[in-house]
């Protein structure tokens, strides 16, 4: 199925290092969602964006719905060890129409942080 | 948010076997997802199962390989049928929360 171009694929930086990952699309997404995956666990939500041009943010993190509605980026700043894992963007399409509703994903940024 | 409970967790499994995975939500939700993640890659849709009717089928799955049932508003079942060791994957169930999509720890399960 169609996957978001997420980059960079992985990342490996110091503590304290402010880190930057985006996603974009071909097409057209109304709502935008930031996950992080640990090790043997779901994915859970960080940031949910839902208008073009919002930036929002949760603690150390930032994530931005881009103008064009077909990408977005996340930041963290002051990366800590416990950043470390799997980051991945997903979008929604929504509205009526029978896939809509579908997430779909990017491939992931796998996050490394070196105390 | 949704609260969801996936058991098991991980599993190990002979081929040719099937398993059978629940997903308990701690409300009732309309629409409820299944997904699955193979090794190192990102979340592929398997279908949507909804309360009352047959689930949805994404491209490349078919029902007789992950039958699912959807009983009623709070639980669903996805079945993994006649496994091979290409089924290792983790398989997630998500449902729509106030704020995105809510994820169940997933089912880490290994064909041997």
């Known amino acids: 199925g169609q996957q978001l171009n997420q980059s960079p694929q992985s990342m490996f930086i110091q503590e304290g290092e402010d880190v930057s990952m985006n996603c974009t699309s071909s097409?057209?997404?109304?709502?935008w969602l930031w996950y992080k995956q640990d090790p043997g666990e779901g994915p859970v939500l960080l940031i949910a964006l839902y208008k073009a041009g919002e930036l929002t943010s949760n603690g150390r993190l930032t994530a931005q719905f881009g103008i064009t509605r077909k990408d977005s980026f996340l930041n963290i700043s002051a990366s800590i060890p416990s950043d470390v894992g799997i980051y991945f963007c997903?979008?929604?399409?929504?509205?009526?129409?029978?896939?809509?509703?579908?997430?779909?994903f990017g491939k992931g940024t796998l996050l490394t942080v070196n105390p | 948010s949704a609260v969801i409970s996936q058991k098991p967790s991980r599993d190990i499994c002979q081929r040719g076997t099937s398993l059978t995975i629940q997903c308990q939500v701690d409300s009732q939700v309309t629409m409820m997802f299944w997904y699955r993640q193979q090794p190192g890659q990102s979340l592929t849709l398997i279908a949507t199962?909804?309360?009352?009717?047959?689930?949805?089928?994404e491209s490349g799955f078919v029902i007789d390989k992950f039958p699912i049932s959807r009983p009623n508003l709070t639980f669903s079942t996805l079945t993994v049928s006649n496994m091979s060791p290409e089924d290792s994957s983790i398989y997630l169930c998500?449902?729509?929360?106030?704020?995105?999509?809510?994820f169940g720890s997933g089912t880490r399960l290994t064909v041997v």
């Open positions: 997903a979008g929604l399409r929504g509205g009526s129409g029978g896939s809509n509703y579908k997430l779909t």
């Open positions: 998500s449902v729509e929360a106030v704020y995105g999509y809510t």
């Open positions: 097409s057209i997404f109304n709502t």
């Open positions: 199962a909804n309360q009352g009717s047959e689930a949805t089928y």
